[in-house]
DNA sequence: GATCGACCCGCGTCAATCAT
DNA sequence: ATGATTGACGCGGGTCGATC
């Protein structure tokens, strides 16, 4: 059942939906006023609730920023998302912080949940080259703790360092697989996991 | 011109959080 | 503990454009 959006209404949905990227959560109304040009917040408070009714996005009562986008199918429509490219990721040392820190990758919106933060990490080495990740590919990260076995996630290590590897969770310990028959699985019993890979870019270079 | 709906605003209020 | 600040909400009312 299509819902229609009123101008306003759709700016305001692909407002929060960006924001939510970039930052992994809600706006406040302040915030939403502000890009749309509007100096009341019980403009903004109108549309989010007509939004509600229509229940393209949820809101949890009495939360600051608690702003749910529901239907995803708006999310599609927007253009595009920009990410953030915040470092290079390499099999076992720590995240290298990209050249240029205002570095943004425009993606498409199919390419993220929409629900939680999203990064970009430019691959070094080819630890996970049998899973079609090469060097100087760019991964999309969803920022998440949430992962299931066989996820391909970046998980720090106690000693500091992040890697870029397939997660399964073993009775004592983590198996961190790197998909490259040359290299061994790490096996760690205290891993910190960042987020996991939700999408691939790569460009050719000849 | 009248009506209607979308959009917008100002003001007051309340609750949660922060600073002192 | 208390006052200030911030974020959210409700209410009443105004403007504007489309439609009849």
């Not at 990064?119 to 703790?145: A, F, P």
Request: charged share 25%; glycine share 6%.
């Amino acid at each position: 059942m299509a819902v229609t959006l009123y101008k306003r209404q759709r700016q305001i949905v692909d407002y929060v939906a960006q924001y939510i990227q970039k930052n992994g959560f809600s706006p406040t109304l302040k915030e939403i006023a502000a890009a749309l040009n509007v100096s009341s917040l019980a403009t903004v408070h109108e549309h989010l609730q007509a939004l509600e009714r229509k229940n393209v996005i949820k809101r949890h009562e009495g939360t600051v920023r608690g702003i749910e986008l529901v239907d995803r199918t708006f999310l599609r429509v927007t253009d595009s998302i920009d990410l953030p490219i915040l470092g290079f990721i390499a099999a076992g040392s720590p995240i290298e912080p990209y050249t240029d820190p205002d570095a943004t990758f425009k993606v498409s919106p199919e390419m993220v949940t929409g629900k939680k933060r999203s990064y970009i990490l430019q691959v070094k080495g080819q630890s996970m080259i049998e899973d079609h990740i090469d060097d100087g590919d760019y991964v999309v990260i969803e920022e998440t703790q949430e992962v299931n076995n066989g996820d391909i996630v970046v998980a720090l290590l106690d000693n500091g360092l992040a890697t870029l590897k397939r997660f399964y969770k073993e009775v004592t310990r983590v198996r961190l697989e790197p998909a490259n028959s040359n290299m061994s699985p790490i096996y760690a019993t205290n891993v910190q996991i960042q987020g996991r890979v939700v999408g691939l870019i790569r460009k050719f270079r000849y």
